[in-house]
């Protein structure tokens, strides 16, 4: 079941990066209906990957270095 989980995480991350933020939250949100964590998961050493897992650490990073969603945000302090 890990080459099924690896396939599907690594349509997500695509998906995710090809479409904007909004519609990347979707993309989890069907992954994960569709291939829940306890169905299978990738094992990266020691710790254990879900698909919808690997597809928020995508969208996450797609946020953290598009310029125009982080050119608004203003560090206080």
Do not use: Q
């Not at 396939?7 to 479409?19: E, R, S, T």
């Not at 050493?45 to 690997?54: E, H, L, P, Q």
């Not at 996450?60 to 203003?74: E, Q, V």
Request: proline content about 3%; glycine content about 12%.
């Amino acid at each position: 079941m890990e080459g099924v989980a690896l396939l599907v995480a690594a349509v997500g991350c695509l998906l995710v990066l090809y479409v904007r933020p909004v519609y990347g939250l979707a993309v989890y949100t069907a992954s994960s209906m569709w291939f829940p964590y306890y169905v299978g998961t990738v094992s990266v050493g020691s710790i254990d990957f879900s698909a919808g897992r690997i597809i928020i650490i995508a969208s996450s990073l797609k946020s953290l270095f598009t310029a125009d969603l982080t050119g608004g945000l203003r560090l206080y302090g």
